[in-house]
Structure formats: C-alpha cells, structure tokens
T-cell receptor
Framework: SAVISQKPSRDICQRGTSLTIQCQVD?????MFWYRQQPGQSLTLIAT?????????ESGFVIDKFPISRPNLTFSTLTVSNMSPEDSSIYLC???????????FGPGTRLTVL | AQTVTQSQPEMSVQEAETVTLSCTYD???????LFWYKQPPSRQMILVIR??????QNATENRFSVNFQKAAKSFSLKISDSQLGDTAMYFC?????????????FGKGTLLTVNP
C-alpha cells in the first residue's frame, strides 16, 4: 500500500472564499484521484489528477470551481473555489500505487462552509 | 457502465457474532476487481478485502471473507467474530481490469453497528 497524508484535516470557511487541500504520498504512484463525500452519502469522483498536465474532470465538475494540480508523482492539491454551504463535504484523495490495481485513500478533509 | 447495489442501508450485529453484508453489481466486463472498503467515524476509507474476478477462490483476510458468485454478479462480505471496532460504513466497489483507468464505482454503502 502507500502512506497518504492530507492537509488540513478539517476547516471551517466563510462563503465566497477558497481552500486548498494537499495530498502527499510516501512513494511514487501511478494515479491520483480526488473525491467528494457529502454527508451520509457515498463517494463521488471529482477528477483524476494527471502529473504535469490538466486534470480530467467528471461530469458535473469544472476546473474553475475545483482547480487541481499534480506537479510530481507524489503530490497533488485540490482547491475548492468561491465556496458556498453546498460545498460542505469530506474531500478525499486516493492513489493507485505502481503495479498494484487498487485505490488507497487518504484520511480526508472535512470542510464546513458557513 | 457499471453499477453497484448495496440493498441494506443499515445492519446491526451483536459482538462476537457473524454478519453478512450484501452487494450485487452489473457489468458487461469479463475481467475486473471487486473491493470492500470500511469507513469508520474517523472518516478514513480503509481497504478491507479485494477479489480478482478471474480467481474462483474467495478472498479471505483474517475475520473477513467474501462469497463471490460471478455468474450471479454477487459479492457479499462476511465478518466473523464481530468486534466493536468493526462499527463503520461499508462500501462495495468495482474496478475494471486493464487499461489505465483504475476508476472505482461505489455502492451507496451499508452502515454496520456492532452492539456490546
């Protein structure tokens, strides 16, 4: 597997502001993903973070709202822009280690927007 | 497209007893992976067990085992000797084998409560 950390673990933000979430892995990985989990719900994939190029977004998610960076094989950021209370969720990153066809998840970031 | 269905939104079990969580899926793929993840109140998603569709033998990890019925497209999780720490949301997930996708399709989850 891989050791994955996320910062911050939780935050409370004001409407209209932005928050950047970091995901760090202890080894080089093939793939990195970002998910949103709304209260009491399953996980929804936001995008695939591509190393050195623009992320690939799922239907319903756009780059202006959720810009993603992945400058190398072990690090990625997700920004939640111009936040509204509807953005209150848990945001999780996941990784697929090299030569292992399995996703492993970070500890998640609990975001509350007031 | 794949779908994953977990028909039990909530279940409960007494400590030390055995419980089975159900999962069915629909796919036209012949080669794929199936997973069970656990999400305790701490919110971290933890991999419980993985099954490769081409393997007939059911996967086992300590107290956790699966009953994989490929023809029926069923993938249930059995937890033996339930412990209080097993209290969590359990998600069944599907991943297509091959290619460079690695995307997961999740079920809606089953909330399992282990009672003392």
């Amino acid at each position: 597997s891989a050791v994955i950390s996320q910062k911050p673990s939780r935050d409370i933000c004001q409407r209209g502001t932005s928050l950047t979430i970091q995901c760090q892995v202890d080894s080089q990985v093939t793939m990195m993903f970002w998910y949103r989990q709304q209260p009491g719900q399953s996980l929804t994939l936001i995008a695939t973070a591509n190393q050195g190029s623009e992320a690939t977004y799922e239907s319903g998610f756009v780059i202006d709202k959720f810009p993603i960076s992945r400058p190398n094989l072990t690090f990625s950021t997700l920004t939640v822009s111009n936040m509204s209370p509807e953005d209150s969720s848990i945001y999780l990153c996941s990784v697929v280690p090299q030569e292992i066809d399995t996703q492993y998840f970070g500890p998640g970031t609990r975001l509350t927007v007031l | 497209a794949q779908t994953v269905t977990q028909s039990q939104p909530e279940m409960s079990v007494q400590e030390a007893e055995t419980v089975t969580l159900s999962c069915t899926y629909d796919t036209s793929e012949s080669n794929y992976y199936l997973f069970w993840y656990k999400q305790p109140p701490s919110r971290q998603m933890i991999l419980v067990i993985r099954q490769e569709a081409y393997k007939q033998q059911n996967a086992t990890e300590n107290r956790f085992s699966v009953n994989f019925q490929k023809a029926a497209k069923s993938f249930s999780l059995k937890i033996s000797d339930s412990q209080l720490g097993d209290t969590a949301m359990y998600f069944c997930a599907f991943m297509k084998h091959g290619g460079s996708n690695y995307k997961l399709t999740f079920g809606k989850g089953t909330l399992l409560t282990v009672n003392p």
